[in-house]
């Protein structure tokens, strides 16, 4: 069963640019390299912006509990203290894993 694993990050809006050029040149491919994840979407979150900071979710796309959960114990302590260190007190994030029931397409 393929499993979503999810992280909303809320980033201060003066870090922004930087934050999301290195999400998108550093991080992400990092977390892609550990071969857990099969797929990942970057994406931004409508009207955030209100709240003091723009908030993002980064979606990842794991084969089975298995690569899930060898990301879990093997790489994610090392990537998320990377992440912590270098934008430390200017974002929250949350994280969050979902099985995948069913999946559809539009096929038309």
């Not at 050029?21 to 990942?40: E, K």
């Not at 979407?41 to 959960?69: C, H, P, Q």
Request: aromatic share 12%; glycine share 6%.
């Amino acid at each position: 069963m393929q499993v979503l694993y999810n992280v909303t990050v809320s980033i201060d809006v003066n870090c922004e640019q930087e934050w999301r050029s290195w999400m998108r040149s550093v991080h992400i491919p990092d977390v892609m390299a550990t071969g857990c994840f099969v797929q990942s979407w970057f994406s931004r979150l409508n009207g955030s912006e209100e709240e003091g900071g723009a908030t993002y979710a980064i979606t990842y796309v794991a084969r089975s509990k298995e690569d899930m959960d060898r990301y879990t114990e093997q790489h994610a302590p090392a990537l998320q203290l990377d992440h912590s260190e270098k934008f430390n007190g200017r974002f929250a994030a949350f994280r969050t894993m979902l099985d995948v029931i069913e999946h559809y397409q539009y096929a038309g």
